[in-house]
């Protein structure tokens, strides 16, 4: 469950944080697929409680009320199309599985499909569960809870969602069934929601019942889905990520907090020298790898401080050093903007879901940030796509918070968090020629709209990146010399 099954040469997935399934399926075709995206993990597509109360909140989407699937995002009919659409265009799809819990408590009780819920009586009638399917007694988690107390953890209710047993057969069944129809519909893996609250042995027997992938859809036969556990784990709780990681992958949700304290200023870039298990993360095919996620963006989960697109300048820079470097699967943040951290999508006063509008240098509208359509960001897709298995070599750093380093003989790339100029001449590891930054342009007609670096027949270059330049790093690679 921990090869991701891009197709050759991909390597990275995007989050579309609730976009429609029509919309996913014209991005894998006109933009993914071309610019060589690996992946996307969608937002959930099972049935969820429509909280009209709070105006329809990006979280009403971790309410599950049914497995049809029917959401905001689209109907079964739209989800298989974008599927095999995506497919198509060598992308692949992964779904957030809700399976911890349903929906509970709210005084509004229908779904984004029209079906209802008695909460009062455990009863979710279009599963169907019923009040043995859930975990008894009921108890809520406390906060003290994760510092004593796994089982509770595992068996109460997660903010008083209705917490299932997946220690019942019929509920095993029930989730199964659910995942299984997604893998038939040609989708490649799972990102387990809340896999913190659920017992490691119930999700390896869940695990256990699942399809090979559709090898209609592209897969190689006996190919395992994909699966990455989130489990929020800064250290110190009763249950740990490595409960999990002989399982499946899991995300490593130290990865952006560390990232983001150096790119913030808080830690020196130099120190990034060693970046990966020597910080006390995960083996790297084990990791998910991610700066920001929708709820650490917003000041849900875990750990706080985290670069967002709100910060642009750090956090590109944040996202080229993930992409630039080899440790991990990295998984890249694609945003609507919001003040308001409850605020659901761009929508209109039905509260359909507003497409994104694109923008004639690639960026969005509407209300969308498309982070994975930022130059600095989607060029640099396309530079670990070329580095490939490459380790890092010729490391170089001036004691503080200028590094840069070579991808083998493939791509080299600089960054200056100092706020004085970075002026030197450097190791690119390149063969000689004259290459286009893509971090600060790209190439066009035979030409560069950003700095062009001219590497010698030594592979040496002179590297500036001044300390109030737009962007904080330079990056060239193979194919993009003139
Ligand atoms: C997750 N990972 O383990 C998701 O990444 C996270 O986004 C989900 O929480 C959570 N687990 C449950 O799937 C979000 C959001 C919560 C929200 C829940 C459920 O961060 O704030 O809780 O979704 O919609 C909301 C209310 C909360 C209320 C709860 C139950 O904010 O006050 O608790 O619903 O009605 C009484
Ligand atoms: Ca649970």
């Known amino acids: 469950h921990k090869d991701p099954h891009y197709m050759s040469g991909r390597t990275t997935m995007v989050h579309l944080f609730e976009w429609k399934w029509d919309d996913i399926a014209a991005e894998c075709e006109r933009f993914l697929g071309p610019r060589g995206f ?10 969820n409680l429509a909280i009209r109360s709070r105006n329809r909140p990006w979280w009403e989407r971790y309410q599950p009320i049914s497995y049809r699937l029917v959401t905001r995002s689209g109907n079964e009919q739209q989800f298989e199309n974008m599927v ?35 909460f009062n009586n455990w009863y979710y009638p279009a599963v169907p569960y019923g009040r043995n399917d859930f975990n008894s007694p009921q108890c809520v988690i406390q906060g003290n809870d994760y510092q004593c107390c796994a089982d509770r953890v595992r068996n109460c209710e997660l903010s008083g969602l209705k917490d299932l047993n997946q220690g019942s057969e019929y509920v095993r069944g029930k989730i199964t069934e659910y995942m299984n129809r997604l893998i038939d519909l040609g989708v490649a893996g799972f990102r387990i929601d809340a896999a913190k609250h659920m017992w490691p042995g119930d999700l390896s027997a869940i695990y256990s019942r699942l399809n090979n992938l559709n090898t209609n859809h592209g897969f190689s036969h ?12 800064l250290g110190g709780e009763a249950v740990s990520r490595n409960e999990y990681s002989s399982l499946a992958a899991v995300t490593e949700f130290k990865y952006g907090m560390e990232l983001s ?41 875990a750990g706080g401080n985290i670069l967002t697109h709100k910060r642009a300048k750090q956090y590109k820079g944040a996202i080229a050093f993930m992409l630039a470097h080899p440790y991990g699967r990295p998984q890249l943040m694609s945003s609507f903007s919001f003040h308001d951290t409850e605020a659901g999508p761009p929508m209109d ?42 380790g890092i070599n010729d490391w170089w750093d001036n004691g503080s918070n200028q590094i840069a380093f070579c991808r083998g003989g493939q791509g080299f790339v600089a960054f200056n968090n100092d706020n004085w100029d970075l002026n030197t001449n450097l190791q690119t590891c390149l063969p000689a020629g004259r290459y286009c930054d893509v971090i600060s342009g790209e190439k ?9 670096i001219t590497v010698g027949g030594d592979g040496r270059a002179q590297i500036v990146l001044g300390a109030n330049d737009y962007d904080m790093a330079l990056a060239i690679h193979r194919g993009q010399d003139s």
């Open 38 to 47: 690996g992946g996307i993990q969608i937002s959930p597509p099972n049935e």
């Open 84 to 118: 095999r659409r995506c497919n198509n265009a060598g992308v692949r799809i992964y779904v957030d599985a809700i399976i911890n819990h349903m929906t509970g408590t709210w005084g509004e009780n229908v779904g984004t499909g029209g079906s209802t819920a008695d």
């Open 444 to 452: 066009r007609n035979n030409g560069c709209t950003g700095k062009v």
């Open 261 to 301: 304290r150096c790119f913030n200023g808080q830690n020196q870039l130099r120190w990034l020298v060693n970046f990966g298990p020597n910080w006390g993360f995960l083996a790297s095919n084990d990791a998910l790898t991610f700066v920001d996620n929708h709820d650490n963006q917003r000041g849900h989960g």
């Open 222 to 233: 006996g190919a395992r889905p994909y699966i990455y556990q989130e489990v929020i784990d």
């Open 349 to 390: 006063s039905n509260g359909n879901i507003i497409s994104p509008a694109i923008n004639s240098d690639n960026t969005c509208g509407n209300g969308w940030v498309c982070e994975h359509r930022w130059r600095q960001i989607y060029q640099m897709v396309a530079f670990r796509n070329v580095a490939g298995n490459t």
